[in-house]
């Protein structure tokens, strides 16, 4: 196999001889060489050595025939055109748009296919990184996976956490194939509960990839061990599988693309996989453009559908606010699941709540109670049937109320009688 690399400078040949010229060398090259792919550089020098146009378009014509007879492919590069269609465009098999823009801070690779005769192409543009091992592509996931099957492949199952109280609020677990929002500010709990979810699913002997942004394999396998958990027997096993991606600047389809081609380099020897992704924050820092957060949430999620992937992802609020506001509503809208972890302040002091908000294809219990971190992982006690607005951050107990007659309004009585 000829791998051999030539380079030749044309310049010269053109200044002197013209097109012609430079197409009898190029001709004579090729099939010298057996060259199977040609590239010229500094097309634009081209257009400007006659004064008519028609030479030039006459050269491109003769370029075509001659390299397709040897069987040569060729890439003509050229400065962008800013919009305007140069007279190659038309006479060319295909085109593509190399461009770098800033976007904020960051400064953003991408390719557009506009035209490729006689073939299906990805349309729009598309995030590309210059790497040591060359140029490397994401196609859009909302393009590249636009078409995902309806229907999942395997019978559907239950997918537990390994906490009695709690599976029993989600009618013995999680729906497979689904995926579940955990929502809750700093320190409420979403990762043990998301460790919880994958090392119940190695009990069972269903294959598990943790994929975070925050803490390294060897600190996330020390706090599991300080909760006694266990993780590190089931990563030694290989059953749980831990990734962690720095949060520094990344490209979200190549996020995207590191968790599914992992997925799917699993597929045809673990089953019934489960998904934590702890941060989904990480894949919206990493999008440059925030419209397409709706369509993109959508395609990945459909896509780990598709692969029979139940998953569980994570979802920062506020560490203080009265107001529940979802961070990521296009998320909310892309999954079947929001469990909400929250803080509340019960008589000065500081609780930690668990309560389910959407459980889509399943029922479930919608108690509110109370989510406890002990030395033996999650423990989840009965619900607050004597706390009110817990949901508020600031939970007032309902007993002991009193009613003023004349306005209606209602306020909380004193205990311990007069003072």
């Not at 975070?212 to 020390?222: A, D, K, Q, S, V």
């Amino acid at each position: 196999m000829n791998t051999h690399v030539f380079y030749f400078s044309g310049y010269a040949l053109l200044k002197n001889e013209g097109l012609s010229g430079l197409l009898t060398m190029i001709r004579n090259t090729v099939k010298e060489k057996e060259a199977d792919i040609l590239i010229i550089d500094g097309l634009d020098s081209f257009s400007f050595a006659d004064d008519g146009m028609r030479e030039f378009k006459e050269f491109i014509h003769e370029l075509q025939a001659v390299t397709a007879l040897l069987g040569c492919t060729t890439y003509l590069l050229s400065p962008a055109s800013e919009g305007k269609d140069l007279p190659q465009h038309n006479l060319v098999d295909g085109i593509m748009e190399f461009t770098r823009a800033q976007r904020g801070p960051r400064s953003v690779h991408e390719l557009a296919i506009h035209k490729f005769r006689g073939s299906d192409y990805l349309p729009g543009k598309h995030e590309v990184e210059i790497t040591d091992d060359g140029i490397v592509i994401h196609p859009r996931t909302e393009v590249h996976f636009d078409n995902p099957p309806a229907n999942a492949t395997e019978e559907r199952i239950r997918m537990g956490f390994g906490i009695p109280k709690f599976d029993s609020m989600l009618n013995s677990g999680l729906l497979s194939g689904t995926c579940t929002i955990l929502l809750g500010a700093p320190g409420t709990g979403k990762t043990i509960l998301g460790l919880h979810f994958l090392i119940e699913g190695a009990r069972q002997g269903q294959s598990g990839l943790y994929f975070g942004f925050y803490e390294p394999p060897p600190r996330l396998i020390e706090k599991a061990e300080r909760l006694g958990l266990g993780l590190k027997q089931w990563v030694d096993k290989g059953l749980i599988e831990l990734i962690w991606q720095p949060p520094l600047e990344h490209y979200v389809d190549a996020l995207a693309e590191q968790v599914l081609e992992k997925l799917r380099s699993e597929s045809e020897t673990k089953r019934r996989r489960r998904l934590f992704i702890d941060g989904i924050e990480g894949f919206r820092n990493a999008n440059v453009y925030p419209d397409r957060a709706p369509r993109f949430m959508s395609a990945f999620t459909n896509q780990l559908r598709a692969m029979d992937v139940t998953s569980l992802i994570t979802d920062e609020l506020p560490l203080f606010a009265v107001a529940l506001d979802m961070p990521n509503p296009e998320l909310a809208n892309a999954v079947e699941g929001v469990v909400l972890l929250r803080y509340v302040e019960v008589q000065a002091q500081i609780r930690r709540l668990i309560s389910i908000l959407k459980m889509r294809e399943s029922s479930y219990d919608t108690a509110i109670r109370e989510f406890e971190i002990t030395d033996h992982g999650v423990l989840i006690s009965e619900s607050f049937g004597a706390i009110e607005s817990i949901l508020t951050g600031q939970g007032r107990s309902v007993g002991n109320k009193k009613t003023n007659k004349k306005t209606g309004t209602v306020r909380q009585g004193k205990k311990g009688g007069k003072r």
